[in-house]
């Protein structure tokens, strides 16, 4: 097999992963030989390799014990373009999940599913189902172009909409590994029946560019060692960031004429969010504009910046190694003319964009040639039954009986379309059955427009809780909003359990990144339509926390917000000094609060307070005696528990 030329690189040895991707022989080794061995589990090497192949090797760790083996079992995570699901893959997915996963589904925060619990011996049939339900899970994960996203919304009447799937799918076929160790390996050989490529996107591929292409490889455009990192693309509409454009590596932002023509695409690059705590070097960052590219040479020009990160992106350490730390490092001057050399020309400039918003595209809808779409909201993109709550149950009808198509959002949840109007009722009907909303209006905004990562028990990075935790921190969040009279106030929340940002917490009004156990950095001053990065406001906030630290923050936005001004937005405007003082005089109205007698407060020292807190029905009972005997409900408490206190051994 010819390999390509090792990456130009520094002096700096390249990191461990290069050598497995040069020893994989284009991605199939050591996990062609290791899936035919009786074994839990892979080697180090080989689950390296295997995540190009859309799946992870993780265990349960609620089930960790010391001294045992780990409970091991595989995550397996879908590429679908544009959020794509054909209603045949959709019900395969949902019958694996029940036949080898852990019953439930995971709508993605970039328009994929993951399975999660499919133990290494029913791994073979769980892809080879997949594969020949036309889906694919090649590329979900690994340093590799990642499922492109794209407005979900399937507006037939705004061609805009139509052109982001069009060239969604497209790039995603350009940057869609070659080598046939996918097929080989999952599928013995057979090869998949999959939608023919377009022939623009196949004369692309291999065309020579200014060094673009690596002659004489399975991987035209990859060469043996493949991406240094994941790499992101995005294409939208102009307005429409639904698809959080500014997380992206790579971003096209279609650009028609007035009569709806496409003309060419804007081009934004260097966006990402992950990072390391405590390492100053690693950082969150969001997208710059590059150009604009015409329609005809919109291959090339993704061509181009691809060839550059895979050229020149660090290969020597991986916290080092997205397109966002060489666009960093070089200034944006230096990366469009490396781009404009694999390119052959110069990009033209970016042409001046409307605002972009923020859309979810939940309930019911019209899409603009007399079918409908309905956008249904899944909590933290879980899909299960539980209890009288039968999500899983009611999509799954859905499919099986009206057979429509899905688009999963980049918000975790799904839109069903082609909707004749006629089946509207029975379709509801279900729904109503099934105890799922569809009204969006029902839900608590807060929760709408959340989002979690999964964390424990599945992923192996997790700090902390995340998607387990956040129902409960969003109703505290409520609470305290009703407390300070800010009762219809929300904004959007975010929450991972560790800096990696795969719910995007950065982009968020108010963001929790898992930083210890139990415990979050607390990010603010993201705007309502994800288009300027939050910034950290404390390292380590206890959950049990919450309520005192946020109360203050809350009184102040509910004081000194302009009008309309979005919780995300003031903080940004105000600025974290301005919040921190506010905060240090706060002094909670209604909180019941406990005072140390000695040693005495000066005007100086801030007075040493502890906080106590209390369900809602024991704090009105508190709040009523302390008013109907006239005492304070310190004092109320400071006797009940001296009380309490002598009882006590
Ligand atoms: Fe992610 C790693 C889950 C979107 C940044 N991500 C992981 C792994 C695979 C953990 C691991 O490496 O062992 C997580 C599996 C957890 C589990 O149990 O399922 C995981 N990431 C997810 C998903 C499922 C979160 C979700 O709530 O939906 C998302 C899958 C998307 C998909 O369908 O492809 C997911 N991850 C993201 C995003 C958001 C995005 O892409 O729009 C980000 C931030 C954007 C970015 O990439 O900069 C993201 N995930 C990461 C990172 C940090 C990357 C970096 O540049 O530092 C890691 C860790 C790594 O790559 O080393 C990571
Ligand atoms: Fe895991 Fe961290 Fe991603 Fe959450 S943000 S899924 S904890 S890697």
Same mark, same amino acid.
């Given at each position: 097999?010819?390999?390509?030329?090792?990456?130009?690189?520094?002096?700096?040895?390249?990191?461990?992963?290069?050598?497995?991707?040069?020893?994989?022989?284009?991605?199939?080794?050591?996990?062609?030989?290791?899936?035919?061995?009786?074994?839990?589990?892979?080697?180090?090497?080989?689950?390296?390799?295997?995540?190009?192949?859309?799946?992870?090797?993780?265990?349960?760790?609620?089930?960790?014990?010391?001294?045992?083996?780990?409970?091991?079992?595989?995550?397996?995570?879908?590429?679908?373009?544009?959020?794509?699901?054909?209603?045949?893959?959709?019900?395969?997915?949902?019958?694996?999940?029940?036949?080898?996963?852990?019953?439930?589904?995971?709508?993605?925060?970039?328009?994929?599913?993951?399975?999660?619990?499919?133990?290494?011996?029913?791994?073979?049939?769980?892809?080879?189902?997949?594969?020949?339900?036309?889906?694919?899970?090649?590329?979900?994960?690994?340093?590799?172009?990642?499922?492109?996203?794209?407005?979900?919304?399937?507006?037939?009447?705004?061609?805009?909409?139509?052109?982001?799937?069009?060239?969604?799918?497209?790039?995603?076929?350009?940057?869609?590994?070659?080598?046939?160790?996918?097929?080989?390996?999952?599928?013995?050989?057979?090869?998949?029946?999959?939608?023919?490529?377009?022939?623009?996107?196949?004369?692309?591929?291999?065309?020579?560019?200014?060094?673009?292409?690596?002659?004489?490889?399975?991987?035209?455009?990859?060469?043996?060692?493949?991406?240094?990192?994941?790499?992101?693309?995005?294409?939208?509409?102009?307005?429409?960031?639904?698809?959080?454009?500014?997380?992206?590596?790579?971003?096209?932002?279609?650009?028609?004429?007035?009569?709806?023509?496409?003309?060419?695409?804007?081009?934004?690059?260097?966006?990402?969010?992950?990072?390391?705590?405590?390492?100053?070097?690693?950082?969150?960052?969001?997208?710059?504009?590059?150009?604009?590219?015409?329609?005809?040479?919109?291959?090339?020009?993704?061509?181009?910046?691809?060839?550059?990160?895979?050229?020149?992106?660090?290969?020597?350490?991986?916290?080092?190694?997205?397109?966002?730390?060489?666009?960093?490092?070089?200034?944006?001057?230096?990366?469009?003319?490396?781009?404009?050399?694999?390119?052959?020309?110069?990009?033209?400039?970016?042409?001046?964009?409307?605002?972009?918003?923020?859309?979810?595209?939940?309930?019911?809808?019209?899409?603009?040639?007399?079918?409908?779409?309905?956008?249904?909201?899944?909590?933290?993109?879980?899909?299960?039954?539980?209890?009288?709550?039968?999500?899983?149950?009611?999509?799954?009808?859905?499919? &099986?009986? @009206?057979?429509? /198509? =899905?688009?999963?959002?980049?918000? %975790?949840?799904?839109?069903?379309? #082609?909707?004749?109007?006629?089946?509207?009722?029975?379709?509801?009907?279900?729904?109503?059955?099934?105890?799922?909303?569809?009204?969006?209006?029902?839900?608590?905004?807060?929760?709408?427009?959340?989002?979690?990562?999964?964390?424990?028990?599945?992923?192996?990075?997790?700090?902390?809780?995340?998607?387990?935790?956040?129902?409960?921190?969003?109703?505290?969040?409520?609470?305290?909003?009703?407390?300070?009279?800010?009762?219809?106030?929300?904004?959007?929340?975010?929450?991972?359990?560790?800096?990696?940002?795969?719910?995007?917490?950065?982009?968020?009004?108010?963001?929790?990144?898992?930083?210890?156990?139990?415990?979050?950095?607390?990010?603010?001053?993201?705007?309502?339509?994800?288009?300027?990065?939050?910034?950290?406001?404390?390292?380590?906030?206890?959950?049990?926390?919450? &309520?005192? @630290?946020?109360? /203050? =923050?809350?009184?102040?936005?509910? %004081?000194?917000?302009?009008?309309? #001004?979005?919780?995300?937005?003031?903080?940004?405007?105000?600025?974290?000094?301005?919040?921190?003082?506010?905060?240090?005089?706060?002094?909670?109205?209604?909180?019941?609060?406990?005072?140390?007698?000695?040693?005495?407060?000066?005007?100086?020292?801030?007075?040493?307070?502890?906080?106590?807190?209390?369900?809602?029905?024991?704090?009105?009972?508190?709040?009523?005696?302390?008013?109907?005997?006239?005492?304070?409900?310190?004092?109320?408490?400071?006797?009940?528990?001296?009380?309490?206190?002598?009882?006590?051994?």
């Amino acid at each position: 097999m010819v390999k390509s030329a090792p990456p130009p690189l520094t002096s700096r040895k390249p990191s461990k992963v290069e050598g497995i991707k040069e020893n994989s022989n284009f991605l199939r080794e050591p996990v062609a030989t290791q899936i035919l061995e009786d074994t839990t589990h892979f080697s180090e090497d080989a689950i390296q390799i295997l995540k190009f192949h859309g799946s992870y090797q993780q265990d349960n760790r609620d089930n960790r014990v010391k001294g045992q083996e780990k409970d091991y079992q595989f995550m397996l995570r879908t590429k679908n373009p544009g959020g794509l699901v054909p209603p045949q893959l959709y019900l395969a997915l949902d019958k694996l999940a029940d036949e080898y996963g852990n019953h439930t589904l995971r709508a993605t925060t970039r328009q994929g599913f993951q399975l999660h619990g499919i133990l290494k011996k029913n791994l073979k049939a769980a892809i080879a189902t997949i594969i020949k339900n036309l889906g694919s899970t090649l590329g979900a994960c690994g340093d590799i172009n990642r499922n492109v996203m794209a407005p979900p919304a399937p507006f037939k009447n705004q061609p805009e909409y139509q052109y982001a799937w069009e060239y969604a799918q497209n790039i995603a076929d350009l940057l869609s590994p070659q080598t046939g160790a996918y097929y080989e390996i999952w599928l013995d050989g057979e090869k998949a029946i999959s939608a023919e490529e377009s022939p623009e996107v196949k004369a692309a591929r291999v065309r020579n560019g200014n060094g673009t292409i690596i002659h004489d490889t399975e991987e035209p455009i990859y060469g043996t060692y493949y991406m240094p990192r994941k790499f992101k693309v995005s294409v939208t509409v102009t307005g429409d960031n639904s698809i959080d454009l500014y997380s992206q590596d790579l971003t096209l932002v279609v650009i028609t004429d007035s009569q709806g023509d496409l003309q060419g695409f804007n081009i934004f690059a260097g966006g990402g969010l992950g990072r390391t705590h405590n390492k100053e070097e690693t950082f969150a960052r969001i997208a710059d504009p590059i150009g604009y590219v015409n329609k005809a040479d919109v291959y090339d020009a993704v061509k181009a910046i691809v060839a550059t990160q895979r050229d020149y992106g660090d290969r020597t350490d991986r916290r080092h190694a997205r397109l966002k730390y060489l666009i960093n490092d070089w200034g944006v001057d230096k990366f469009r003319a490396k781009v404009e050399e694999y390119f052959g020309k110069p990009l033209a400039p970016f042409q001046e964009l409307p605002e972009f918003k923020y859309h979810d595209f939940l309930g019911w809808h019209e899409q603009g040639d007399g079918n409908l779409f309905l956008g249904i909201s899944i909590d933290n993109g879980r899909v299960k039954d539980e209890g009288s709550f039968k999500l899983k149950t009611a999509l799954r009808e859905i499919v &099986e009986q @009206f057979n429509l /198509p =899905i688009r999963l959002t980049a918000n %975790q949840n799904l839109i069903f379309y #082609e909707i004749a109007p006629e089946n509207k009722a029975a379709i509801q009907a279900i729904l109503d059955r099934c105890g799922v909303v569809s009204d969006p209006n029902t839900i608590d905004p807060l929760v709408r427009y959340a989002m979690a990562c999964p964390a424990l028990p599945t992923c192996g990075l997790a700090i902390t809780e995340s998607e387990r935790a956040i129902p409960g921190i969003l109703e505290r969040i409520r609470a305290v909003l009703d407390k300070v009279g800010l009762q219809n106030e929300h904004f959007v929340v975010r929450m991972t359990g560790c800096p990696n940002g795969c719910a995007r917490p950065y982009m968020a009004e108010l963001g929790f990144v898992g930083s210890a156990p139990e415990s979050y950095q607390v990010w603010l001053g993201g705007s309502p339509n994800q288009t300027r990065l939050a910034q950290p406001y404390v390292e380590k906030l206890h959950h049990n926390d919450i &309520e005192s @630290f946020l109360e /203050p =923050i809350f009184v102040y936005f509910k %004081q000194s917000r302009t009008s309309q #001004e979005s919780f995300g937005d003031f903080c940004d405007r105000v600025g974290f000094d301005a919040i921190r003082e506010f905060a240090s005089q706060y002094e909670p109205e209604a909180a019941v609060t406990v005072e140390p007698e000695a040693p005495k407060a000066t005007s100086k020292s801030r007075k040493a307070r502890y906080r106590v807190s209390l369900h809602d029905d024991l704090y009105t009972k508190l709040k009523t005696t302390a008013t109907s005997q006239g005492r304070s409900m310190t004092d109320l408490v400071k006797e009940a528990l001296e009380a309490y206190f002598q009882t006590l051994p």
